[in-house]
């Protein structure tokens, strides 16, 4: 993930920043056929290349149609019929332009078929997805899984083949989805999951006004509300068409759980179920069991109450502040008393603080406490602490002491002042008998810091699993809802048998049929079952979490849907060295999600990890690429001891390799004017090797560019031709010698920038030995018009292409601090359902590749995150993109407040069940092409541009 961003806005900012797909591209590049920004909502959109200069095509185009393996399997998804006004069910490419007018070729179906503007509709080319975009409502109706997503009381009723919506909400989600793979009209048991919003509770905003009182469309944040998240009542009912016998209705509460009944009507046109308001879960039973009223498995698996994570679970809960003894001063500059209006926010009201003890004394602060325990048994022990300050070691009676670190990782968070926060994290796991027992810490000197800094408010030992939400012990809940929405209070899962669990739909362990490969432009497992990965990405700070949290994350990934998690973080230094600990741990992650049929991507590599940001020179410099190199080795070739041994290199859990994240030649921080001299000379040295492989001479190409309007940095002499950063590239269309030269510049990046992919493949292949599929990179460019065919075109050196895209919410953060959330930011509050240019969930297919988007979400402040899980897997499975994979995991269990990027909120994870479901199953037929576009590398590198490309879609951190 990029950080500090601010400095590419700035740039684009003074740039004038980049240009959109636009209908109007085509009119541009004088071709004849309408290349339509919203293409991605009725089928697949790819692109291919040709090389002019060798004559020869790089992708085989005999078939352009993609026979989905997912089709099959889907119960008549692929047998869909013509959209209502009358297109043909597949439509041959009608119209295309050839290569005369651009240097690119590009075929596709009538558009205007499919995407209504006047009337502000489009329908999908299999017929099954309509987006009314105008009023703000989207529809999927397949045979298995029918619903909508948007502003659902804008219609009376939303009618399907089997179902009738009707809802009063402005927003939310409604679909039925049949959870035994049979058509909805004779499924034994159907899933009705309905989502609205989501928000903090106490969370305020208010509208902004310019200098004339008039509403801007943007709100301000003025209070982020409490560490509790409320959802709004979902008002809505839903009727099932032409059911002749009263089926069986029950909800269940997040974690599945705890059926309640849920009264229906049999009416002469079907049955009409009235959904519960504060659930998002309705489970309908027909058949045999369902007219007896016998009880179903689930309700003979229902937790008890004395095993019950809510309740009756044996934990030691003791506060800081009432230690035994301690030399913890009274009043630091941390205390209590210096944010009064936080005080119930900690344990008690107090907590234990320092900020002035020197480290030069020869005394460490320090605390002991005596505490009962009730039963022997192996406990997980926790403590609430500020933050990551106070590097410490803990130790219980007189046994061996334990240390804990700053890369500790933080398991929920309660702001109490500004840069101050209370933090749970898990210390491991104890041996404990029953009864009295001492327990001390001590600080340990932190490195750079010539005082002790701490905060401990309390401790608890629990055998049970453990959600950290603030102050709240084990069982407790705040029950605060503002008027019109439920508190979401999940209690810790216990992973009982119920119908939401979608374990079943990952293999019992994961690659055990052998590695995930391509097969054309799809992926298999290795049994040759066609695979999609519905995934989430992670950091390390997830990976370093102790073992009874990774396992519970693994187990709730699993049931949610999940069959792929991206490890997205560092783990080898500058030069190429993994702490044995650090890898220890990783290796630990993959094997216990391996054990829950979850598959891995790994990524690695981010120049942003590094302190000095040397974006672009892993793209050349040797001596980058050797510690680059050694890490790979350190990290893929260790042997795991979870795994018999087995490295990461050779493990078929592992799906994916990525090569690096986020970085280009042809993006805007590639500046060379940021490189050492010696980086420079080797740089230039490259290019005027290029140069006189092209031209047969330095002389040739000076003669080849003609006069040369600047003074350019060259050294012929030495070999040394200059070469810029990408900033002017774009715009050197002209005839004159510079533009020429910028051109041939351009083209030694996209052929270096190829030959690095291609290289570092080989090196994972050949050295490395590994089978893992491989992605090249995922980022965007300068120019996406001019540039984006050519970035893609480097990837096409790996096995999958990769991008990252995200709904943006208009966040302007306060401090330009964008990676969290402050009272004081200001967002504008638009959902994409009403704006199809705000879905991400699109990509330009290389043809023949897999396609992936590795990053995606809908971030905060938004209030309409309910509808991402929708587009996500409603035109996710419409484009046939191959794994999709939401950013991003930061703890075990789910958030209880907002954070920027969200994975683990009821708007999010809480829709998985049906979305994973849909996705996964391949219920919503995957389109055919609709728009082609045969890509002239000699063309693309005159900068000619192309017709065919992504909107950016990208968060404000990135743009």
Known sequence: MMKRFWKWVMILALIGGTPSFHGHASEALGLDVAVDPYAFFVGRVTRSFVDDLRGEALQDEASLHRTSPHEASSHEASSYEAPADGAPRHDAFQREAGPQSSGQHVRGVDLGRYIDHANRRITSVTGQAVWDYGIGVATINTPTSQGAAGVLNALPQIELDDVIIRSQNEFATVVVVSLDGEPLSRSSRLLIQAMTEDKPYGFVARPVFDEQGQTTGQQEIVALGSGLLNVRNIEATVLLKDVAEEPRVFSVDVNGYHPQPVQGELREDGFLIRLPSDRI??????????????ATPLEAAQPDADHDASSGSVYVWWEAEDAESTNFPRRSGFSVNTMPEAAHLLSGGDWLSVDAFPTSLNVRPF????????????YAFYVRKFWKHGPFRWRFDDGEWRYVGRDITLLDDTPLRQFVNANWVALGTVLLTKGTHAFEFELTPEEGRDTYIAAFDAFLLTKAPFSPRGSLKPGEKLALAEEGWWPFEPDTDLFHPTPIDLRHLNEPVAGQSGFVRKEGDRLVRGDGEPIRFWGVNVGIDVINLERPDVDYLARQLAKYGVNLVRIHGRIFDDHGHVDPVALDRYHYFVHALKQQGIYVALSYYFVLWIESEPFGLLLFDPEQQEAYRQGVRNLLRAPNPYEGGTPLAKDPAVAIIEIQNEDSYLFWTFDVARYSDGVKRELYRRFGQWLIEKYGSLDEAYRAWGTLGRSWEDDPE???????????????????????RRRDSLAWMVEAQRAFYEEMTAFLREEIGTPSLIVASNWITADPQKLEALERYTYAAADIVDRHAYFESSHVAKDNMFWLLQAGDRYTPQPAVRNPGLNPVKIVHNQGQPSMISEITWTHPTPYGAEGPYFLSVYGSLQGIDALVTFAVGKPGWESSWKKWPVMTPTMLGQFPAFALMYRRGDVAEGDVVLHETNSLKALLELRGSAVYESLNLDDARK
């Open 718 to 740: 030495q070999g040394l031709m200059e070469i810029e950063g990408i900033r002017p590239i774009p715009w050197a269309t002209g005839d004159d010698g510079d533009s020429r």
């Open 367 to 378: 605390a002991k406490y005596v505490i009962e325990v009730p039963e022997d048994g192996e």
């Open 281 to 294: 879960y309705t489970i309908v039973e027909r058949g045999p069991a369902a007219s007896q009223g016998k």
